[in-house]
């Protein structure tokens, strides 16, 4: 066993509204969330950045936010979103990619590492990527770790389960079955997630089978965080009468931030909101039907949200489910409100829900102990791999020739779920169209080979010289095992307008035996 | 999840940090030997404040907002809220509070005895919702600045019990030495190590040593402790109020005096107030920020609306933020406002290093093997440097949260009393400094040294000589207690006139019989408790045998 007490080893959850650091404490052998409010005992921090113009310097965090429109700053929010999107950013006249200013916020995150143990360097960091992050994103976010100067350090990415189960099993490692069915539902920003595994350990290796898996962009705690800026809002208009100003949203934002705590981590009571932002200052006395009515939907979405999770995995009834699942992992920042602990608790009972101290920091906390196995500190314990039926196992795309050379571009990404939705691609053809055109769909592999997997024949194409027949071509699954590729004339300038063509294949493709043999 | 043991000793206990600006409650958990902030209103740091407002069922009673809402509706209702209510605790004033046209008073301790309360009803709603815990929270560990006063020290006893704590389950605790437990309860290595606690309303500074015992354990001991009650984050907001101010005097050309509530000049005393905890709020949030940013705004527009309009907007920088020296009383009393006259930020850190020294000399030491940072007003960046440049070598923030370390270092202590066999930190109490009483000649004879171990059972130290009466036919004898904050490397006996002796109490024996000079002999016993309290014992050995006992609660009755 290596022995690394001296040195940082970390985890890193960077989320689009929230982000977190877990140190792996190899002396106490259990991973730590790491302060990230300068002291005040919060393990998060918002993924927000803010540059000063006139002393050119970055804000980062829970400062950031609060002091939204304090100066003449730029704030920068949305990171993670915007570097899926390839957008750019300049917020001090020159473009910066959001790769770069992620790199900036990684730089900022880690120094508060540095406030633990200022003496200590860092071993090595396991960053959280989301379970259907593609190539793109994945090189995006190390190209950000690079820029932070910590490219050497990124021992690995991590998916968001591996770091939940990782995390769960390195606690249960000694204390679980060999076999044994376990639920996560992961209630972040942007969506829930929900999981049914089975599981049985092998050795120093956890071995996987997720068998069901569902998600609800609808329900993630963002919405409700901004529906209740919005309540926030309406009360503040009760309040002053509709007399004073419309509050700014900066105002609002950070009047949210400080009151969100109040209104969802705790049973509800009364709440005084105090409005003194404004002049003079007013208040609004919220009674505790005014948080039943708000909370209630959101309890009715969760519960039918498991509900349907359940049924995906198969489970007749809930007792049935209740009767073979053995623990249910509560992770993410949405299990830090009240009344969203007390509906998994309501739904399955005190005994089989399990919740972190620090439900937002549980991914990180899974990636440094991962981090931790990888660098060999930890005995017994090693890795854990998932599979899962619903992931594709290799990447399926097309050849195409780009100078001299000719490049993998693939329709459908490794890791992507069947059912997420793909960008088209865009390619233009190197042959005449007077005849039926033959194209190769290729699989590429985790190794990186290339091989081929099925060929389509293109027929009654507007009939057009060499080089001037762009078609537009998307990857869909309907079902696991069935992908349609819509191949689109797109036109090309006003010589060749667009024309009817459209073609649609349905092939026979299962997402797990065209690659059987990769992992995430 | 873990849970928490059933089979405890003494019942459940809570630890508390009942701090100036905030308060933090924690509890150790024996499934995964840890101790764990709890949440009160959703949030780790719950703020010390209570709002008072008229009971919406029965007006003639008085009901209580805690927290949070009650430090944002200070903005609104200044009048009915107190906040800072640590700094009062030992005073004999009572405070008045305004509810509608009604005036109530309170003692500190009562409204500290609220607040505590509150965050006991809280902890109690967690420990049975969270872990699962039947029944609530008997006795708590409370924590108290190095320097308080033993009158302090049993008046924020007295809170405890208010709050609803067991009479005899109430424990105190220093701060830094709690901070120190939460350090030192990871360590694997022998060492020592300076705890800088610069908190909201008092800064200590604590030498420990930390020696692993052969089963792996940390055991811990106090070398020293030294600090100010009255410098803390609160009198670094003044130096931003004090900017602000001058920026005021300056746009109403000196003709509004907002700490002088009798002043007619046209500005009401509620509007008075409501600008004060509006400015202090800012100050607060612009402190913070230049934490991390070099330049804040404070922006209060309008900041007065009668009899016109004033509006500050004005941008502070760092480098001004630690350079201002403060000009303005801002309604302190005379006695404070001269220990602050003219001082800056970088003269309020040298007084906290001037305090680091006295602690280290006490411990009789020069250097530390680590330091670590504890009190939310560490963060300013300035104390980091002028630390590691005093020391040449970097200061340690903490895996616990320097704002929480407090009170999970009173949780740990918690587990000592709870599970006394149950393996843990152990915390070796030791006296700090030398107390002893007042004899002939006003002269300090020492009857407890520093550094002795003060055992569970508490320490019971007989003079080595027996007091004799120093003239004929007295029937009394006063026993005069001091204690000595600096001995000297002297065989002399110092006066108790001299600098650092602290007179703690006094009290007389009487009933000795009558008789020559030097016949009647008189027994003194001191016997210290781990909680730092003192209780003096002095008996005539005549056959008379008067006995009197000194303590706190005797002294302050």
Redesign the interface.
């Known amino acids: 066993m290596k022995n690394f ?1 001296a040195d940082f080893i970390l985890g890193i959850d960077l989320g689009n509204d929230t982000s977190s650091i877990s ?1 792996f ?1 190899a ?2 052998g259990k991973p ?1 969330a ?2 990230l ?6 393990p998060s921090a918002p993924t927000v950045l803010q540059y ?1 113009r ?2 050119s ?1 970055w ?2 965090g829970e ?1 950031a936010v ?2 939204e429109g ?2 003449n700053e730029v704030l920068i929010s949305d990171i993670i979103r915007n570097l899926e999107n390839g957008e750019r950013a300049a917020p001090y006249g020159e473009s910066l990619g959001y790769a770069e200013i992620l790199g900036v916020y990684i730089r900022e995150l880690v120094k508060n590492v540095k ?5 200590a360097a860092i071993a090595g960091i396991a960053a959280v990527a989301p379970s259907w992050a593609g190539e793109r994103a994945k090189s995006d976010l190390r190209a950000a770790f690079k820029e932070a100067g910590l490219g050497d350090k990124l021992i690995g990415l991590v998916s968001d389960r591996q770091c939940i189960l990782g995390r769960y099993y390195f606690d249960n490692y000694q204390k679980k079955a060999a076999r044994s069915k376990i639920m996560t539902i992961d209630f972040g920003s942007r969506e829930a997630r929900a999981g049914v595994y089975e599981a049985s350990i092998t050795g120093a290796v956890v071995n996987i089978n997720c068998t069901a898996s569902h998600f609800d962009v609808n329900i993630g705690a963002r919405a409700i965080n901004d529906a209740a800026r919005e309540l926030f809002e309406k009360f503040y208009h009760l309040a002053d009468g509709g007399t004073s100003a419309r509050p700014t949203r900066q105002a609002l934002d950070s009047f949210a931030y ?10 509800l009571k009364p ?2 909101l ?1 409005f ?1 932002f404004t ?5 609004y006395n919220m009674s505790a039907r005014d948080i039943k009515d708000f909370v209630t939907p959101f309890e009715v979405q969760l519960t039918d949200f498991i509900e349907t999770a359940l049924k995906k995995a198969g489970f007749g009834s809930k007792e049935a489910a209740l009767r073979e699942i053995d623990d249910v992992i509560c992770v993410g920042g949405g299990f830090e409100m ?1 009344w969203a602990k007390k509906t998994a608790r309501d739904f399955f009972g ?1 005994k089989r ?3 972190y ?1 620090n439900a937002k920091v549980a991914a990180a906390e899974g990636a440094s102990v991962v981090a931790a196995a990888r660098l060999g500190t930890i005995e017994n314990f090693k890795e854990i791999i998932i599979r899962d039926k619903n992931q594709l196992r290799a990447d399926i795309g097309l050849k195409v020739r780009c100078l001299k050379n000719e490049l993998f571009t693939p329709l459908a990404e490794r890791n992507s779920f069947w059912w997420q939705e793909r960008p088209p691609k865009y390619v233009i053809l190197d042959e005449k169209t007077d005849a039926p055109v033959t194209i190769t769909l290729w699989k590429r592999d985790a190794a990186g080979d290339v091989s081929r997997l099925k060929e389509i024949t293109l027929q009654n194409l507007p009939k057009r010289p060499r080089g001037v027949t762009k078609l537009k071509i998307a990857a869909r699954f309907d079902a696991r095992d069935s992908m349609t590729l819509l191949a689109e004339d797109c036109g090309f300038g006003e010589l060749f307008p667009k024309g009817s063509y459209s073609q649609r294949f349905t092939l026979n493709l299962d997402v797990n035996r065209d690659a059987p043999d990769l992992n995430a | 999840m873990g849970t928490l043991g059933f089979d405890l000793e003494r019942g459940l206990f809570l630890g508390i940090d009942f701090g100036t600006t905030n308060s933090v409650a924690s509890v150790y958990n024996f499934s995964d030997g840890e101790a764990r902030t709890i949440p009160i209103d959703g949030g780790n740091i719950f703020p010390t404040a209570v709002q008072f407002e008229a009971d919406p069922e029965d007006d003639t009673k008085l009901s209580r907002i805690f927290g949070t809402q009650a430090r944002e509706g200070a903005v609104i209702y200044p009048q009915s809220t107190i906040l800072s209510v640590k700094r009062l605790l030992g005073n004999e004033e009572k405070i008045e509070i305004i509810v509608g046209e009604k005036k109530y008073s309170f003692t500190p301790e009562q409204v500290a005895g609220d607040i505590i309360g509150y965050i006991k009803q809280k902890s109690d709603e967690y420990a049975q919702e969270e872990l699962n815990i039947a029944g609530e929270f008997s006795g708590c560990v409370i924590t108290v600045p190095a320097n308080s006063t033993d009158k302090q020290k049993k008046k924020i006893k007295e809170s405890a019990i208010l709050g609803g704590f067991d009479e005899n389950n109430v424990y105190l605790r220093l701060e830094p030495a709690a901070a120190a437990i939460s350090y030192a309860v990871n360590e694997t290595s022998d060492k020592r190590a300076l705890v800088y606690d610069f908190g909201g309303g008092t800064f200590d500074a604590c030498v420990i040593q930390v020696k692993i015992e052969e089963i792996g354990e940390p055991s811990i001991s106090i070398l020293s402790s030294y600090g100010d009650n009255n410098l803390g984050g609160n009198d670094v907001d003044k130096i931003i109020i004090d900017m602000v101010y001058e920026e005021f005097k300056r746009l109403t050309g000196g003709e509004i005096d907002l700490f002088d509530d009798e002043i007619d000049d046209g500005v009401s005393k509620r509007q008075k107030k409501v600008a004060l905890v509006r400015l202090q709020q800012a100050a607060t949030q612009a402190k913070e920020r230049l934490s991390t940013a070099k330049t804040a705004k404070v922006v209060l527009a309008p900041f007065l609306q009668e009899p016109r309009i004033v509006s500050v907007n004005m941008e502070i920088t760092r480098e001004d933020f630690l350079a201002h020296r403060r000009v303005n009383q801002l309604g302190d009393s005379d006695e404070l406002f001269e220990k602050f006259r003219d001082k800056n930020v970088e003269d309020m850190i040298g007084d906290t290093l001037r305090s680091v020294d006295k602690c280290l000399e006490a411990a009789g030491l020069t250097d530390v093997d680590e330091i670590f940072l504890v009190g939310g007003s560490s963060s300013i960046p300035r104390v980091s440097e002028l630390i590691k440049e005093k020391f040449n070598k970097e200061p340690f923030k903490s895996r616990v949260s320097p704002a929480l370390s407090i009170s999970q270092g009173a949780a740990y202590y918690c587990n000592m009393i709870m599970m006394p066999t149950v393996k843990g930190p152990v915390v070796q109490e030791k006296t700090i400094h030398p107390i002893g009483l007042e004899i002939a000649g006003r002269r300090f004879l020492e009857i407890v040294a520093s550094g002795v171990d003060i055992p569970k059972e508490g320490l019971a130290i007989e003079a080595k000589e027996l007091l004799t009466t120093n003239f004929d036919n007295v029937t009394s004898m006063a026993i005069v207690v001091y204690e000595n904050t600096s001995p000297e490397k002297s065989d002399k006996l110092q006066s108790v006139n001299s600098k650092g002796m602290i007179r703690l109490a006094g009290t007389s024996l009487r009933g000795i019989p009558q008789g020559e000079k030097g016949k009647e002999k008189v027994k003194v016993i001191f016997n210290v408790g781990q909680d730092n309290m003192l209780r003096v014992t002095a008996r005539s050995m005549s056959e008379s045998g008067a006995v009197t006992e000194l303590s706190v609660d005797e002294l302050y009755k």
């Open positions: 007490d140190c404490n002396r106490a730590e790491v302060d409010s300068g002291g005040y005992g919060k000063l006139e002393t310097e804000v980062f400062y609060q002091n304090a100066d406030t633990l143990n200022p003496n400080k009151h969100r705590d109040l209104l969802f981590q705790r049973a709440i005084r105090y003194n002049y003079p200052p007013t208040q009240d005190e829900v399990l919740f101290k």
